[in-house]
């Protein structure tokens, strides 16, 4: 098992804003999955991305995996107040993995 | 997908005390995770609960302190023991479904 590493740690924009966050990993991995996690609420997954794919879009969510980098994005196009929430990044190699989190991204959007 | 519910959603317990909190899963599921949120903190594993053997603590985490039970495939406690004020934290449960992981809403403990 490994863990993602966000980044930023914490992000301020205007709603309305575009919202981009990073993720970096070390090792080989099947897929990479965004997780959500609302103030003082459970966890939301958002998105989960296959070591074969390039970029994965879901509503206004936008992720991208550079495999060769080992590196990931999830953009959040014109944020909304209740987008405000942390944002972990998953990356796994197995589908028996321990899912081990970073440190997530805290993003605040500011109506 | 599964739909996790945990009991309690919070409480308030004194030092030295136990707490017995339920995960219960609407489906059946092979691998369970229990996670500890501090105040500020991301996430830590505290231990996978598969069921038909004994939980794996992670490093830092023991069964005397954390026991946890896994009875059949839909339902697990975590009983946090001989309790202190560091142990306020959001305890959560959650499950595996292929690479997919999916969590109940937590419980929100406060010892003092």
């Known amino acids: 098992s490994q863990q993602g590493e966000e980044d930023p740690q914490a992000l301020s924009i205007q709603e309305g804003e575009n919202a981009t966050m990073n993720c970096s990993y070390k090792?080989?991995?099947?897929?990479l999955q965004w997780y959500r996690q609302n103030s003082g609420r459970g966890l939301v997954h958002l998105i989960l991305?296959?070591?074969?794919?390039r970029e994965k879009h879901s509503g206004r969510l936008r992720v991208t995996l550079d495999t060769s980098k080992k590196s990931s994005s999830l953009l959040i196009t014109a944020s909304r107040a209740a987008d405000t929430a942390s944002y972990f990044c998953?990356?796994?190699?197995?589908?028996?993995?321990?899912?081990?989190f970073g440190p997530g991204t805290s993003l605040s959007v500011i109506p | 997908s599964a739909v996790i519910s945990q009991k309690p959603s919070r409480d308030i317990c004194q030092r030295g005390t136990s707490l017995t909190i339920q995960c219960q899963v609407d489906?059946?599921?092979?691998?369970m995770f229990w996670y500890r949120q501090q105040p500020g903190q991301s996430l830590t594993l505290i231990a996978t609960?598969?069921?038909?053997?004994?939980?794996?603590?992670e490093s830092g985490f023991v069964i005397d302190k954390f026991p946890i039970s896994r009875p059949n495939l839909t339902f697990s406690t975590l009983t946090v023991s001989n309790m202190s004020p560091e142990d306020s934290s959001i305890y959560l449960c959650?499950?595996?479904?292929?690479?997919?992981?999916?969590f109940g809403p937590g419980t929100r403990l406060t010892v003092t």
């Open positions: 609960a598969n069921q038909g053997s004994e939980a794996t603590y």
């Open positions: 991305i296959r070591s074969n794919e």
């Open positions: 489906s059946q599921v092979t691998m």
């Open positions: 090792t080989s991995i099947n897929n």
């Open positions: 959650s499950v595996r479904l292929g690479y997919e992981q999916y």
């Open positions: 998953v990356p796994s190699e197995t589908s028996y993995d321990k899912v081990i």
